[in-house]
């Protein structure tokens, strides 16, 4: 009843560091994918003669590989390609699963039970399991590796946001617009998609790091770009073959994998939505 | 009443069964224009001989055809025949099964016990930046890619540390590293919930008033946080079996051991649609009775859901 | 006075960095009991968890003592603590209903009590079980000992807090506002098994309670609160009979159920605004068979005056509020409003409607859209209807805004800026821009603070006398309704118990249920002992 019962910590403005150097690790990728010869004077693709798997130095920070091309240029040129998946297979879930999940959660009845059926099949299959069929269908390929990424996402889009959609139906203040007089349709883009709307952006962060993961794994496993686009995951798998001589080789990628997964993680917690 | 409950329960979980068929069917068989096709043009096959290939697999039937027949098959344990090795798919999944499931096995118990163990270190341990540092510990895990996690444990312990044998290795040698790269991610949202559970249990008031009770940090936990904190985890059951199936998948390509893994990445590189399909399959059905049996069991060890409904 | 049971002395407490009580100093001698009187934020909980040592994780002592017998136990380590918990001292908890471990059965927990302290004999254990439960008035105890909690009501939930409370004969029970939660008539009779249990014990009570009437019953001494510091302390005939300090003055005078005035005698109204006849709500209930939640139900409520709905949980008083406002079709009857069919109405008709009713909901903090800032929450509902130039809205928000008494400042704000009392006063504006002739009011100050309350009862009756605004009333509280509305209906369990004008319905109630609900109203010893003083 009394200030026992308040959580006190919630009330103060706490310095987040975390969010804020989670925000520069994406803006320096993003910036790799948009401008990567800013970054790096080296091909990603043409080999040095003679200069193969160099170790770590001033003339290759990250060394050079099998082929005697430059890590550190492939593993910048490789952002490129990890995130314009990452946003392809985001857009498709975010777009598909969201519209579902609003509309299955909007209409109710025979919609609701249809769009949450099928929900419940994609989610029955595991997600790996599912983004291969779907490469199956779609061929190999990076764009095809995103969209089937995407669809494995549209189950959790259309849950996530049916479940807002109905917890904001009903509470009182979208009682409350209907009572003084609100049509259906200025309610629902009044009340109702911005108040459902900022956990579904909250997942489309968390999303869009799972989505660098599991393209990084069709990549890994040979269903993604062909050789030789740098790729993340690819990088991992070239890198492995030379294991035991060159460690970072598949350290490198994987680490900027690690450290862009977690900071989509962490913005995605930041904007508030459903912890993971 | 009860038994009312039970039928609905297997009815809805045979219909979600059927959809997942349907969905499998339509994307490995039906849509692509036909895996057959693709397959043997390669091998620079005449046409006639196609054609002869097509009615034996009977891909020249109209597609309910085609459909009602694996259906069929299905429904009867005859999952097909695989394209590229030309036996029967039960036979192959039975081969690859029992070394995938033990492997999911041990990474499922070593992931429990990673995560009650993060869990317990992130809301009992003694010093609260101690706490804070391994509350962060499940992001840490979910953001690292299995096959990375794979490979890096090989480098560290096989090249580095030589503590585990990669020419000759003892079956626990082979095994010990497969189970720990599948457990790592799958112990992150297990701890996740865990944590948060703990975290609610704690600030429940029923838990203040066992300690007017007199009760001592041990007591709450072993008599009330415990069970209500461990319970809402059943449900991540089926979650976890798909990205378990999935961290196998994967680990096993990593570390080159037979099982459903290797199977799955031959059936998607040589287009074995039937393979394909009949693990997709499976593994749904898998999940979908795990989820029965959560669902079924759950008012058993709940007596808030078994008492309601006995009572309503 | 003997030697004290507790004695605190000095108290200062902390979260975090905030100072939340301070100066804080009172005495309970044995079997005595002292009434903690504050609103929200006053302190009064974090000094009783203070007393048991359960402040949470972030609070500490900052200084004094909390001495026990004698003993000052405010440093001690939590292992020596716990060894009192339980056996010296006890607590009654606020919320029954999540007080108890859902998935425990109710004997097991009165039982952990015993475990706890040291018995391990079985049949012993079980034996006492079963006679506390009977002390509490559970029967059948054996019964009752293996349910799970949910299956008991909040009322019986809260004896078996009350019997873990008692179970080793404590000498001291903090009993943190143990019966808020519950409905009058329930809370009444919790009370009086607390007070009979504690003399036949000889127990000292620590009562904290933001109800005046409560303390006026049931305690001894009453120490008034407010943003942690102690603004009066005494017997309770001082207190209430010659307060020195102007809060607790302001408290007397605020709270509902020690005050007798009205704020305006009662009126006979004009034409007839809203008709209910034969009124009958359905809802579908499980296994197909519908639950009634109104069954029969009329009244009338005349332009200009006030119409009461009381009743406890499960009344069936929101519901019928709730279809007089157009929210629910009504499964049978009639709901005339200004001349209108309710009932009848469907779309574009409803929507018409809802100009002339507006509901005022119990939770602001829900009710409000809380993306929107103050004034677009206020302006919407001029959006719905026909247009209305920008600069004309405006206008309107800000004389709205005036009207109920909000700062113009306010209302650029989000509602979680906002105080409880704040966002009220904004959910009437947006109830009133429309400029509407019913105003349906569920349970609309009933989560207040009672100086907050009686702020927006005044502003309500105000509005009423210039707008000639016509009020469905729907509360738990009698005090409140005795004070402001001038017809009142009394529901139980959807039916009609008793309906009149105010004074004969609360001076000389006819049915058994309505004298029960009446005579539960705490407080009902304050005017005898505001008399007796001279």
């Known amino acids: ?149 995407g669809i494995v996402a549209v189950a959790q889009f259309a849950r996530l946001s049916r479940a807002e959609v109905l917890r904001v139906r009903a509470s009182d203040y979208v009682e409350a617009a209907f009572g003084s007089g609100g049509r259906f349709a200025a309610v629902l883009w009044r009340h109702v998609l911005p108040n459902s709307l900022t956990s579904v952006l909250a997942l489309a962060a968390l999303q869009f790091g799972s989505a660098i993961l599991a393209l990084s794994t069709l990549g890994f496993l040979g269903y993604g770009a062909p050789p030789p686009t740098p790729e993340w995951g690819l990088l991992i798998a070239e890198g492995r073959d030379f294991l035991a001589r060159a460690w970072w080789l598949t350290a490198s990628p994987g680490l900027v994998v690690v450290l862009v997964v977690l900071s989509a993680e962490r913005i995605g917690r930041g904007i508030g939505g459903p912890s993971p | 009443m009860m038994a009312r409950h039970l039928a609905q329960r297997v009815g809805q979980a045979l219909l979600v069964l059927a959809a997942t068929f349907t969905l499998a069917f339509l994307l490995l068989q039906a849509l692509p224009g036909d895996a057959v096709l693709i397959k043997f043009l390669e091998l620079g096959l005449t046409p006639d001989q196609l054609a002869e290939i097509r009615l034996a697999y009977g891909a020249d039937a109209p597609l309910w055809r085609q459909y009602l027949h694996t259906a069929g098959g299905f429904l009867t344990g005859n999952f097909g025949t695989s394209i590229r090795a030309g036996v029967p798919v039960a036979q192959l999944l039975a081969e690859n099964l029992p070394a995938t499931l ?137 979650v976890l079996f798909g990205e378990l199936l999935g961290g196998a998948v994967v680990t096993e390509a990593v570390f080159g051991l037979n099982g459903l893994g290797g199977l799955t990445q031959q059936a998607v590189a040589n287009q074995d649609v039937a393979v394909l399909q009949a693990i997709v399959v499976v593994s749904a059905a898998a999940f979908v009775l795990i989820n029965l049996a959560v669902d079924l069991l759950y008012p058993v060890l709940d007596p808030r859901l078994a008492r309601g409904r006995r009572a309503a | ?338 001349g209108t069919d309710v009932a009848a109405l469907r779309g574009e008709a409803l929507r018409q409607f809802r100009r002339q009713v507006q509901l005022v909901y119990q939770n602001p903090y829900a009710s409000l859209d809380p993306r929107q800032t103050v004034a677009r929450s206020v302006e919407e509902p001029l959006l719905n209807f026909e247009p209305v130039p920008a600069a004309e809205r405006r206008h309107r928000v800000e004389a709205m805004a005036e009207r109920v008494g909000l700062p113009r400042d306010l209302l650029a704000r989000q509602p979680r800026a906002l105080s409880g009392g704040q966002r009220q006063r904004v959910a009437i504006a947006r109830a009133l821009i429309l400029q509407p002739r019913v105003l349906v009011l569920d349970e609309a100050v009933s989560a207040l603070d009672v100086t907050v309350q009686a702020q927006i009862l005044a502003l309500l009756e105000e509005l009423q006398q210039s707008l000639g605004l016509s009020y469905l009333f729907v509360s738990h509280d009698l005090a409140v309704v005795r004070q402001i509305a001038d017809t009142v209906t009394v529901m139980r369990a959807g039916r009609v118990e008793e309906a009149g004008p105010v004074e004969p319905v609360f001076h000389a109630p006819r049915s058994d249920y309505a004298r029960e609900l009446i005579d539960a109203i705490p407080g009902r010893t304050a005017p005898q002992i505001l008399e007796s003083v001279p």
């Open chain 2, 102 to 238: 033990l492997l999911a096995a041990l990474a499922f118990a070593a992931a429990s016990l990673l995560a009650l163990l993060l869990a317990g270190l992130a809301t009992l341990g003694g010093q609260s930046w101690l706490r804070g540092l391994v509350r962060s510990v499940p992001s840490l895990f979910v953001a690292v890619p299995v096959f990375w996690l794979g490979i890096m444990l090989i480098q560290l312990f096989s090249f580095q540390l030589g503590w585990i044998s990669i020419i000759s290795p003892e079956p626990w040698e082979e095994l010990a590293l497969p189970v720990a790269t599948i457990a790592v991610p799958i112990s992150a949202p297990l701890a996740q919930v865990l944590i948060r559970n703990i975290d609610a249990v704690l600030a429940e008031p029923f838990v203040a008033v066992a300690r007017a009770k007199g009760a001592s940090h041990a007591w709450v936990l072993r008599w009330h946080v415990a069970r209500n904190a461990l319970l809402p985890t059943l449900t991540m059951a089926g």
């Open chain 3, 1 to 338: 006075m003997t030697a004290p049971l507790l004695e605190v002395e000095d108290l200062a407490i902390r979260y975090d960095d905030r100072r939340v009580v301070q100066d804080v100093a009172f005495r309970i001698a044995p079997g005595e009991v002292l009434a903690l009187v504050g609103e929200s934020g006053s302190g009064k909980t974090t000094t009783a968890m203070a007393v048991l040592g359960l402040l949470p994780p972030n609070g500490r002592i900052e200084r004094g003592a909390v001495r026990l017998a004698g003993t000052d136990i405010a440093g001690w380590p939590e292992r020596r603590l716990a060894a009192l918990r339980g056996a010296r001292m006890s607590l009654v908890p606020q919320d029954p209903v999540t007080s108890l471990n859902p998935v425990r059965t109710v004997g097991a927990q009165v039982a952990e009590v015993l475990r706890i302290h040291g018995e391990r004999d079985e049949r012993r254990i079980r034996a006492r079980v079963i006679e506390l439960l009977e002390r509490v008035g559970l029967e059948p105890a054996a019964l009752r000992a293996s349910q799970y909690p949910h299956e008991l009501s909040g009322g019986m939930r809260q004896r078996v807090l009350i019997a873990i409370a008692v179970a080793l004969r404590p000498a001291l029970i903090v009993a943190d506002e143990p019966t808020s939660a519950l409905d009058v008539t329930v809370q009444r009779r919790i009370l009086d098994l607390l007070d009979e249990l504690r003399r036949q014990d000889g127990t000292a009570v620590l009562l904290v309670t933001h109800d005046l009437g409560v303390a006026a019953d049931r305690a001894d001494r009453i120490v008034v609160l407010r943003d942690g510091r102690i603004q009066e302390a005494g017997p309770v005939r001082q207190v209430l009979g010659a307060p020195r300090s102007a809060y607790a003055r302001q408290l007397l005078r605020d709270a509902p159920s020690l005050s007798t005035h009205r704020h305006r005698p009662a009126s006979a109204g004009g034409d007839i605004a809203v008709r209910v006849h034969g009124l009958v709500q359905d809802f579908p209930g499980r296994d197909g068979v519908p639950f009634r939640a109104v069954d029969g139900v009329g009244f009338e409520l005349r332009q200009g005056t006030t119409h009461a709905l009381v009743g406890e949980s499960g009344s069936g008083k929101t519901t019928t509020a709730r279809c007089v406002a157009g929210f629910l079709r009504p499964t049978a009857g009639e709901v005339t409003v200004c």
């Open chain 1, 1 to 149: 009843m009394s200030g026992a019962a308040l959580p006190l910590r919630a009330g103060l403005p706490r310095l987040r560091p975390g969010l804020w150097l989670a925000c520069a690790v994406l803006a320096l990728v993003f910036a790799w994918a948009v401008a990567p010869s800013l970054f790096t004077a080296r091909s990603p693709v043409e080999g040095i003669p003679g200069a193969q798997l160099l170790p770590p130095s001033w003339a290759h920070p990250l060394g050079t590989d099998g082929l005697g091309r430059d890590q550190l240029a492939r593993v910048v040129y490789g952002a490129r390609e990890s995130l314009a998946g990452a946003f392809v297979a985001v857009a498709v879930g975010l777009l598909l699963g969201t519209g579902l999940g609003v509309l299955a959660g909007a209409r109710g009845g025979w919609v609701d039970a249809a769009v949450m059926r099928l929900v419940d099949t994609l989610l029955a299959i595991p997600a790996l399991l599912l983004s291969l069929s779907i490469i199956i269908l779609l061929g190999f390929g990076s764009i095809k590796a995103a969209v089937a990424v």
